[in-house]
Structures are given as structure tokens and as C-alpha cells.
């Protein structure tokens, strides 16, 4: 789980739409724009200096919500920077989904989650966040680069991603983004593998009714009805379903685990339409035909993951990772209850939701009551109001 790949050194961007692209794509892939003869033109915030202080030397990463540059601080160090898509800045409903994933990601405490540092807005309006930068290699990378993993270090991988959805599950959060380019493969303070997760700009937040979790909060994160990347999406995102829940995070990691031991994805077709199409009608190639070395307690966890009926998936991340430790016994420390205690919890995790979103005063998001009351119901209640106040005054000039 070493690092060495590198971020294009010249990040580039659509001349039409500004979505940030790689030098050797034909088409913008937001827009469809083709590429223009001399090029795609450089990437405009490279060089910039933001926040008065942090100056932007290069673009590490980019995805359905933004870009993430790498930033040096004149006081010392490296920090990681995400931009919201300008489109999107102008969206009010996705500058809040983009707040959420900055206050989920400072306070969740999962240590395979890159904290957020602070978040706010630019002076030309962009919605910003920073965070850690991690000091490694994406998982999207290293298999671009090499094909396929040891089944020791896919194994690992998929252990700690494993423990990190149970301790976001248990507190209502749902990646449903998840890929091999959010996954960093890194090491912690002591030189041990460690996965950090990134992009929760898509999570959906679960909140019960004894959370006292506003139902602004679970409305934002329901938004689009499809949100992902096609080739590691559930047949429930595929479909669009409204009741998302983890186990559509557990059949991203099943297709993340099935790529990295046989080299592909279980799905892949010319389009993203055919890819979604195979994920909710074709039965997935066993492992093992693809590597015939892949063991048959593999090829039954893997196809397990990638059950169509969610129900016929395993009920939680943690009887995944214990499904796969009895299989392979590990000495892995990054365990669930290690990371468990590591989370903050449940109900202080709301309570930080509920505090930045209520300081800003509402900011457009609707009650939790007014947010149940049809359009009519206000048309009656407003009726009955102004009957009561016509009651009142005739009472008055009575009396």
C-alpha cells in the first residue's frame, strides 16, 4: 500500500462547462463537448491563492461534487482543499448536501474518514471545505497501474472499509459513493496500513425519530433520485429507490473487492445505461472464473455482497467483516470495536448536525412540522386565521 503515483501535473478543464477532465479524454464527460483542437484549456484554480493564505499547486482528485487541490500553507505544511462544481455553487440544495458532507466528515471520528477542517464560501461565491491532505495513492490508481492486488492486500482493504461502514452505518450514514477513486491506500502514524475514505458528498443521513434529527437534514440528503458511480452503484440506486439503507454501501464494497482480485468490475459495458441495466438484470461471473486461483470461500462472500434482492445480501458491514475473518483470520488491528471506539457517537453526531445547521438561521430549510403540511393545508389554515381575525375585530368595535 505504497505511494509514488502521481496527479497529473497539468490538470485540465471542459472550455465549455469547466468540469475538470484528464489531457487524454475525447469528451467532457458533464457536458459531452468535444475536446478542442488545440487541447483542453490548463485548470484556472491552479496557482490561485485561496482563503488569503493557502496556494494551490496542483489538482489531486476530482468527482461528481468537486475538485480537491493540494494547497501549501505559508505557515508550514500541506493541506487538501474541494471546490464545489460551479454549477452546483448555484444550487441551493446542493451547497447544503456539500455543508453536510463537511460537518459529517469533521465529526464522524471514523479514523479511516478524512476529517474536514473548516468549510464556508469563497469570495467569487464557490462553496469550499478543507481537510487533511493524505499522504498516498488511490486505489483507482494502483489498479489502473498494476491490474490486480495480492489477495492479502485486497483482504485488508476490504477489512477496513468493512469496519469503517459499520461504525457510519450504526450512526445513520450512508456513503453510497463508494469506488476505488475514494479509496487512498496509506499508512498510519506507526507505518501500518491504513484506507481513508473520501467524497461523502453524496451520504445520506438515516435519522429516527429519537434522534431529534430535523427532517430538513434526512430531506437534504435525499435530493436526486439517482446518485453514484454507475459501475459500483446497487440495483436499489440503479432502480432509484428512495429507501436507500447500508447495504447498498455493502454492494459497492463487494464490486470494489471482486475488481481488485480479478482485475475488472463485475459489470462493464460501452455505456453507463448498459452497465446499470447489467446490475439489476445479469447474474455476476463468479471470482474464480476470472482467477482461478480465487478460493471458493471467496467466490461465496464476493457473490453474497453481490446479491441483486438486497435482503439476500449480509444484514450489516459487521457480519461482512465477520463472515470474512472466520474465512481468513487476520491480525489486522483496524477491528470494528477498535473503530467503533474511535466514532464519536450517535446522538452527538446529530447534535453537531443540528447545530450547524441551525446557526444559520434556517438558510431556506423548512420545519420539520411545516415540511408534512400539503399546499392546501396552509390555503384552510390561513383561511381559518383570517376568519378569526375578522371575528375579533368585529368583537372589538362591539365592545
Not at 483542437?37 to 461534487?65: F, H
Not at 440544495?93 to 468549510?119: C, H, N, W
Not at 457473490?303 to 474465512?327: F, I, N, S, V, W
Amino acid at each position: 500500500m505504497e505511494a509514488g503515483i502521481q496527479a497529473p501535473v497539468k490538470p485540465r478543464v471542459c472550455h465549455k462547462c469547466g468540469t475538470p477532465l484528464e489531457p487524454a479524454d475525447r469528451r467532457c464527460w458533464a457536458c459531452r463537448a468535444a475536446v478542442p483542437a488545440d487541447g483542453w484549456p490548463a485548470d484556472p484554480r491552479v496557482g490561485d491563492v485561496v482563503l488569503g493564505r493557502l496556494s494551490i499547486t496542483r489538482r489531486v482528485g476530482y468527482g461528481g461534487t468537486g475538485s480537491i487541490y493540494l494547497c501549501e500553507d505559508p505557515g508550514g505544511g500541506s493541506i487538501a482543499v474541494k471546490l464545489l462544481r460551479p454549477e452546483m455553487t448555484r444550487d441551493p440544495d446542493m451547497v447544503r448536501r456539500f455543508r453536510l458532507e463537511a460537518v459529517l466528515t469533521k465529526s464522524l471520528g471514523i479514523p479511516q474518514v478524512v476529517p474536514t477542517y473548516d468549510f464556508g464560501t469563497l469570495p467569487d461565491g464557490t462553496s469550499y471545505l478543507t481537510m487533511e491532505y493524505v499522504q498516498g495513492v488511490s486505489l483507482d490508481d494502483v489498479l489502473a497501474e498494476r491490474g490486480t492486488l495480492s489477495l492479502e492486500v485486497a483482504l485488508e482493504v476490504t477489512r477496513q472499509v468493512l469496519a469503517a461502514l459499520s461504525a457510519a452505518h450504526a450512526r445513520g450514514v450512508i456513503h453510497r459513493d463508494l469506488k476505488p477513486g475514494n479509496l487512498i491506500l496509506a499508512r498510519d502514524p506507526e507505518g501500518r496500513p491504513l484506507v481513508r475514505i473520501l467524497d461523502f458528498g453524496f451520504a445520506k443521513v438515516l435519522a429516527e425519530a429519537d434522534d431529534g434529527c430535523p427532517t430538513p437534514v434526512a430531506r437534504l440528503t435525499r435530493g436526486l433520485s439517482i446518485l453514484g458511480t454507475p459501475h459500483y452503484m446497487s440495483p436499489e440506486q440503479c432502480r432509484g429507490a428512495r429507501d436507500i439503507d447500508g447495504r447498498t454501501d455493502l454492494y459497492s464494497a463487494g464490486v470494489i473487492l471482486y475488481r481488485m482480485i480479478a482485475g475488472v468490475p463485475p459489470f462493464d459495458a460501452d455505456s453507463p445505461g448498459e452497465v446499470i441495466q447489467q446490475h439489476l438484470e445479469k447474474v455476476p461471473v463468479a471470482p474464480s472464473a476470472r482467477w482461478p486461483d480465487a478460493p471458493p470461500a471467496l467466490d461465496r462472500i464476493v457473490l453474497r455482497l453481490l446479491e441483486k434482492d438486497r435482503d439476500r445480501r449480509y444484514p450489516t458491514a459487521a457480519a461482512a467483516l465477520a463472515d470474512l475473518d472466520a474465512a481468513y483470520p487476520s491480525s489486522s488491528h483496524w477491528d470494528v470495536s477498535r473503530v467503533e471506539g474511535a466514532a464519536v457517537g450517535r446522538s452527538e453526531l446529530f447534535r453537531q448536525i443540528r447545530h450547524q445547521f441551525q446557526s444559520t438561521g434556517g438558510a431556506g430549510l423548512k420545519l420539520p412540522w411545516a415540511s408534512r403540511i400539503p399546499w392546501w393545508g396552509w390555503a384552510v389554515a390561513a383561511g381559518v386565521a383570517g376568519a378569526a381575525i375578522a371575528v375579533a375585530a368585529w368583537a372589538l368595535l362591539r365592545a
